[in-house]
């Protein structure tokens, strides 16, 4: 076995001590701070404002001028000049942003520096090519804009959950208030410098930095539309404090996909895609394969591959070229991972991780896989929102999909058979969103994506994405 020499990165961005609101093209400071740490070494990297009710006001009032006398009447074209030179802007200060990412996150910079960055600068430039050719996505002839976006992310993905967010709202003619996770606010703050930057009208773009209450307050606001991705607890709050108004919602919430391993499955293959599946990022994936169904007779092969595979996960310092799972990003999320698989314990699962070293300080969780797992139990009912694989095995094809759709959930799945005929059949009966064939974890901003049952409603991405920010 090859031992690994450390490959720190290393550049570091210039983050500031403090940062305010971004309001009207400005930062401004608020009455409250709190703290940004870095979870893999507890160390806190800077503070930040806490927007108040009247902050969510006087940044909704700010965006609503910017659209109404700037944003709004622009052409797509000039529209288009400015997410063109957004996107241009995020490549040039890929590294810097991929590395705040990594400190703030606590996510391996391999993943930052190949995933969340190149892939957030490719929704600016994709939707950047859509703001002049609304007329033509098939929405109308003269699709006009909402308004004012508000809009509230997580902190799994944050840069790349930003974009997902502003890119379609602002080449769709919408300004936009943006409330980060509380753990996770940094790259939307450089975001917001980098804003200012690319001369983008004051007031087009808003960050609003807090917790929970500045999240609730943007969406009690006057704006036209709220779009959220998070949990679905939070998300049912959203919808139910939105019902009655003429507020228009989309919501990307949680998932618990099935990823199905056939008996004709490239063997190799797919233990690669079950560890991308859930082992990228933490675990921390909205449409994880947090639900390994294998059938019965590869079921004891498919473990002992899979075993081996994770045995040479390099868990450890994010920052780190070598590292494939980093930190968990919050005491929080590690005390719910935790809990959540000492109930898979105590529900009598079975319990696997590979023998590791933790760094001292930060909040590490092992890679697990739980064997012997039935339905009913909580690790195969629950997100668990980790590095913790749910292995459960079937015997036919249509106990597979039962199997698979037994979940209030329905984001994603994937399937893996070497037959053109099995994916096409498996695909039409899964009740989830978004179905990967012998692949798992593929995004590009060209592909609609969005959940069916408690994953929400709502696309993102595509053409179909655009119709969440167009009024018609
Ligand atoms: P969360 O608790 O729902 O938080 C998401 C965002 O909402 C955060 O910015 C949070 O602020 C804010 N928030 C909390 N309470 C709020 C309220 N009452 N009103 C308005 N905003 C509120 O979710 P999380 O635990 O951070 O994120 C993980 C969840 O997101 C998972 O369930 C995951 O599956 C889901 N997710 C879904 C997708 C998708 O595309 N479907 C993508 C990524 C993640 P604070 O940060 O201060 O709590
Ligand atoms: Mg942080």
């Not at 009966?429 to 969005?450: E, I, K, Y």
Request: net charge negative.
């Amino acid at each position: 076995m090859f031992e690994y020499a450390p490959a720190p990165e290393s550049v570091r961005p210039q983050i500031k001590e403090h940062y305010g609101l971004f309001i009207g093209g400005e930062f401004v400071d608020a009455e409250h701070v709190f703290k940004s740490i870095n979870p893999s070494t507890e160390e806190v990297l800077f503070t930040v404002a806490e927007a108040s009710e009247a902050d969510v006001a006087r940044a909704v009032a700010a965006a609503r001028k910017a659209q109404e006398t700037v944003w709004g009447p622009m052409s797509g074209t000039e529209r288009g000049k400015y997410l063109f030179r957004i996107a241009r802007l995020l490549q040039e200060k890929a590294r810097e942003f991929a590395v705040a990412e990594s400190m703030d996150n606590g996510k391996p910079i391999k993943e930052t520096r190949d995933f969340d960055v190149p892939t957030a600068a490719q929704h600016f430039f994709y939707h950047a090519g859509w703001a002049d050719k609304l007329a033509y996505a098939g929405l109308g002839a003269d699709p006009k804009p909402l308004g004012v976006v508000g809009q509230v992310i997580p902190w799994n993905f944050p840069l790349l959950m930003l974009a997902w967010k502003i890119a379609p709202a602002l080449a769709c003619g919408n300004t936009v208030v943006l409330k980060p996770a509380e753990t996770t606010p940094l790259t939307a703050l450089m975001f917001a410098e980098l804003c200012q930057e690319a001369d983008l009208p004051p007031g087009v773009v808003n960050i609003l930095t807090g917790a929970g209450t500045t999240g609730s307050a943007l969406v009690d606001s006057a704006v036209d539309k709220v779009a959220f991705t998070g949990s679905t607890a939070v998300g049912r709050a959203i919808a139910k404090a939105v019902a009655g108004s003429k507020k228009k919602v989309t919501l990307e919430l949680g998932g618990k996909a099935a990823n199905i391993v056939f008996d004709d499955a490239p063997i190799d293959q797919a233990v690669e895609g079950i560890v991308n599946g859930i082992f990228f990022n933490q675990g921390h994936v909205c449409c994880a394969g947090s639900r390994l169904l294998v059938q019965e007779s590869v079921a004891e092969e498919v473990l002992a591959r899979l075993k081996e595979r994770v045995s040479l996960l390099r868990v450890g310092d994010p920052l780190d070229k070598n590292t494939d799972v980093g930190a968990i990003n919050s005491a929080e999320q590690l005390e719910r991972i935790t809990a959540l698989t000492e109930a898979g314990r105590g529900e009598g699962a079975e319990v696997w991780q590979p023998a590791c070293d933790l760094p001292e300080n930060g909040f590490w969780f092992r890679p697990t896989v739980f064997t012997g797992v039935q339905q009913s139990m909580r690790i195969a009912q629950e997100e668990i929102f980790g590095p913790v694989l749910s292995v459960l095995t079937f015997r036919t094809p249509d106990e597979a999909i039962a199997k698979a759709n037994n979940t209030p959930y329905g984001l994603s799945a994937g399937v893996w058979t070497e037959k053109g005929s099995k994916i096409l059949w498996a695909a039409e009966r899964l009740r989830a969103g978004v179905v990967w064939a012998n692949t798992f974890n593929q995004f590009d901003a060209a592909s609609p994506f969005g959940g069916l049952k408690e994953s929400g409603y709502g696309r993102e991405g595509g053409r179909q994405g655009l119709e969440a920010y167009l009024d018609v």
